[in-house]
Every structure is written in C-alpha cells, then in structure tokens.
C-alpha cells in the first residue's frame, strides 16, 4: 500500500521557522494533489496549503505570505516552509496526497500521521 512520513516538526519561538517534509512511498502510480493540514487541541483539522500535480497552491488566509508549499514529484515529497510563526500556529500537521495507485488502478487518500509543532510566545 502507501505510507506518507512527516518529520521536520519541533517548538520554535514567534517569528522563527520551521520546515516540514513528507515523504510518500508504496505502490504509486501517481500523486494528485498534496497538502497539509493542523489540528490545534479542541478544534476541527483545517486545510493550510495544497498543491496540485499541476503546481496550482491554494492557501488557508491564516497562513498566506508566511507559508510556502512545493513539492517534488521525482521524490514523491511535499513540503510545507513556515516563517513568522506565531503561537496560533501550534498544531499538529498532517500530510494528505491522492495517490493513483498502481493496482488496483483507483484513487485514494492518505494522511500520515502528524508532527507536532510548537510555537513559543
């Protein structure tokens, strides 16, 4: 099947940065689109940044001018750069792509399995 890593999580203070990475491995045939997403405690998971295999991002409000996700489809990573954080931004971020996958030949979502991030006041 698929398996998508996090890592790149940790506490930072206000305004530092942070650079998260995923990467996706299995029975790929293709990777539509990407992003990330945060789960802050108590609250519902939110979009942040989302990729399509075409390159076309879309950001949540919150985080625009401050985030920058690519990706790099020889590696089948993505990549969420964070600066300026703020202590709203603490969550734990999840990865999700729709993978195609090699057989049966269908499109699926995965998540991984969060890395947490912290940011200090």
């Known amino acids: 099947q698929v398996q998508l890593v996090e890592s790149g999580g940790g506490l930072v203070q206000a305004g530092g940065s942070l650079r998260l990475s995923c990467a996706a491995s299995?029975?790929?045939?293709?990777?539509?689109?990407m992003g990330w997403y945060r789960q802050a405690p108590g609250k519902q998971r939110e979009m942040v940044a989302t990729?399509?295999?075409?390159?076309?991002?879309n950001y949540a409000d919150s985080v625009k001018g401050r985030f920058t996700i690519s990706r790099d489809d020889a590696k089948n990573m993505v990549y969420l750069q964070m600066n300026s954080l703020k202590p709203e931004d603490t969550a734990v971020y999840y990865c999700?792509?729709?993978?195609?996958?090699?057989?049966?030949?269908?499109?699926?979502?995965?998540w991984g399995q969060g890395t947490q991030v912290a940011v200090s006041s």
């Open positions: 999700n792509a729709d993978i195609r996958l090699i057989f049966p030949p269908s499109d699926y979502s995965y």
């Open positions: 990729v399509s295999s075409g390159g076309v991002t």
């Open positions: 299995g029975s790929i045939r293709r990777i539509n689109t």
